[in-house]
């Protein structure tokens, strides 16, 4: 009897180490990304198992009323200052601070291997979802404006308690991202968690340790929360909001939305980053450069073979001096989707094939670099084409200040965060909430620009003034020398709500990308029916000219992207051709002489766009493109020469 006890035993043993094997095998390198020390691990692992939240037998929280006074002192804010921030808050009179305290009358021990704790997320949510969230989940606006201590007792949903959760909301969410699936899959997931967690506050020496963590059982995302040391019964639990951050000015930008300061004092100036930037951009880009070549001459009959994973291409190239090859060995030219890393490979074993990409062309197809180039041409703010730029992952502190003196002058403090790399308003957000901004800078790399308050609108008829942007499609054939041409015919997207700045997270409003929103209606206006249109909105100005001021932009913009030698630039390699669409709008300003203009503004530059509506109302679109970039004709093509 006593053996088959033993056995038993070591059966139930073996297969807790195998479970738990198991468990590492899966969630390894997010323990370790995590920094979560191995001596909790089994008993996370039991605790994640079992869904055993123990964290209420061992802290407890207590309220307590913040010290104004101590915070004026500290702050030297004078007493109408205070008055004045006193009465901006959601509910004026006392504010009640929550603090995690250590209950358990053992305290907690550091080396203690249970010592790690489950903490729930009351709220998990993509931003574009979280008003709808709010108005339409039962309770969840309740429990929100009294977990952030908003005394209200009205009906739900309220509209005014809504917005007052999402400009607060800012203070108490934390965010992950999921490594895998599609790209609206992978656009940051942002969560609060509950009563418990959202009240551990902030310390520059914390006592404990918190992360979020994903357990792939049950696709399931936790906030674990551990020793830091060995704490006391009544000993405070407090966490590091800028944990990892150990530059100085940095930190207090981070932790501005905690602990405001005054940042007027920086230079709002950002002159073009440094060489090494560049040089940091092209290693963790992986390319390698060519080995300087001469320019292939080739008969003015020679058939090229073209080697495509465009189906595009493959579709609508019917030239006949190209022809297909299914065989990349063989191929003239390589128009290919992915982008083409080992040029100096290529450069060495095939030097005559033609390629649809220029080596550093990062420059301008990633925003953080197009912001940089832009420098060149309009100095520390950048070029009049592109809207004020900020990169927050190493401008930050200008942007704060920036956004401070905007608001001392009283000027307008809209803002759109886009990521780095990005396309089709994924992960894009708008706000005049500077917390709203400074957090993006925990989700994915991404710039943040100024926000078009006076935009160029389109009269709908059945829908009223909106905004619209324009896609032109431009062909770079050559570096040195520069040749740059534009597609005469250009694409429009429009909105499909009034303009007004407001109602930011409402995207038919405020973008006008509608192909993958679903429901949406997609306005389609050719471009030979908008320009009489537009010109009958807009007598005063002609298309003619403000298409000039556009292909200015444009032919300022290459000529600083080219103006140096790569990784600073493009790279001036003779075998390449490269087709790339640029977004852009149109905003009201005035010239020197104080006359309203519309000024041209660059949203974004993307390699190897999407052209099924050029190829669709424009079925010699490929042939066009073709004779241009290879061989080197443009008789009869709709192409202007830009540069």
Excluded at 154 to 172: I, T
Excluded at 305 to 330: C, G, I, S, W
Excluded at 397 to 416: A, K, L, T, V
Excluded at 590 to 602: D, F, T
Aim: net charge negative; proline share 7%.
């Amino acid at each position: 009897m006593e053996t088959s006890e033993v056995e038993k035993d070591t059966q139930e043993q073996n297969k807790e180490e195998e479970e738990f094997k198991h468990f590492i095998d899966l969630h390894g390198p997010a323990l370790k990304s995590s920094r979560i020390p191995p001596i909790y691990w089994k008993s996370l692992h039991y605790k994640l198992a079992n869904e055993i939240f123990d964290a209420g037998h061992v802290f407890g929280i207590m309220q307590v009323e913040q010290v104004e006074d101590e915070q004026e002192a500290e702050d030297g804010e004078s007493d109408e200052e205070a008055q004045e921030e006193e009465r901006k808050k959601p509910n004026p009179g006392v504010e009640l601070v929550s603090k995690v305290l250590v209950t358990s009358e053992n305290g907690l021990q550091a080396t203690d291997p249970t010592s790690v704790f489950l903490i729930d997320h009351a709220w998990t949510y993509r931003v574009e979802s979280a008003r709808q969230q709010l108005e339409q989940v039962p309770g969840l606006l309740q429990r929100m404006a009294s977990l952030m201590h908003f005394d209200f007792h009205g009906e739900y949903p309220d509209e005014d308690v809504v917005e007052q959760v999402l400009e607060e909301m800012w203070k108490y969410n934390q965010t992950y991202q999921l490594s895998q699936g599609t790209a609206e899959e992978k656009v940051p997931v942002w969560y609060i968690m509950d009563e418990f967690g959202s009240q551990v506050q902030h310390s520059d020496e914390p006592t404990c340790s918190m992360a979020p963590f994903f357990y792939m059982p049950e696709q399931i995302a936790y906030t674990i929360l551990w020793p830091l040391q060995d704490l006391a019964n009544g000993d405070e639990v407090t966490r590091d909001y800028a944990y990892g951050e150990s530059n100085p000015l940095i930190r207090k930008c981070r932790l501005l939305p905690w602990e405001p300061a005054d940042m007027r004092a920086i230079s709002p100036f950002t002159p073009e980053p440094s060489d090494l930037y560049y040089q940091s951009i092209f290693q963790e880009n992986k390319e390698t450069l060519p080995r300087p070549t001469e320019a292939q001459v080739y008969p003015k009959d020679k058939i090229f073979k073209v080697y495509t994973e465009m189906r595009q291409v493959l579709a609508n190239l019917k030239h006949p001096q190209f022809v297909f090859t299914d065989k990349e060995e063989e191929a003239d030219i390589l128009m290919l989707y992915s982008h083409i890393k080992d040029y100096r490979k290529l450069s060495e074993e095939r030097p005559h094939v033609l390629l649809n990409q220029f080596p550093c062309e990062t420059m301008v197809t990633v925003k953080d670099c197009l912001a940089s180039v832009a420098r060149r041409v309009g100095g520390t703010e950048g070029a009049k084409w592109l809207p004020r730029t900020f990169n927050l992952k190493t401008e930050l502190p200008q942007f704060i200040s920036h956004y401070q003196q905007n608001q001392e002058r009283g000027q307008d403090n809209h803002w759109i965060c886009k990521p780095w790399n990005l396309a089709r308003g994924l992960d894009t957000h708008i706000t005049n909430n500077l917390n709203y901004v400074i957090r993006q800078r925990e989700s994915t790399p991404k710039v943040v620009c100024k926000y078009l308050e006076k935009p160029v609108l389109f009269e709908r008829q059945e829908v009223g003034p909106v905004k619209f942007d324009i896609r032109y499609i431009v062909l770079l054939r050559s570096v040195q020398p520069l040749q740059l041409y534009a597609y005469n015919v250009f694409w429009l997207r429009f909105s499909n709500r009034p303009f007004s700045l407001d109602h930011f997270d409402d995207y038919q409003k405020h973008f006008t990308v509608m192909n993958y929103t679903e429901g949406a209606q997609l306005k389609q206006v050719h471009y030979d029916d908008f320009i009489p249109q537009f010109e009958k909105q807009y007598p005063e100005y002609p298309w003619k000219d403000v298409q000039e001021g556009l292909f200015q932009s444009f032919a300022e913009l290459f000529q600083a992207a080219c103006s140096r030698p790569a990784p600073y630039g493009i790279c001036a390699y003779p075998a390449s051709r490269a087709v790339y669409a640029i977004d852009l709008m149109l905003k009201w300003d005035s010239n020197a002489e104080g006359e309203r203009i519309m000024q041209p503004q660059i949203l974004e530059v993307n390699f190897s766009p999407d052209c099924a509506r050029a190829c669709k109302y424009h079925p010699s679109f490929y042939d066009d493109v073709f004779r241009t970039l290879f061989l080197d004709d443009t008789q009869g093509c709709p192409v202007t020469r830009i540069v």
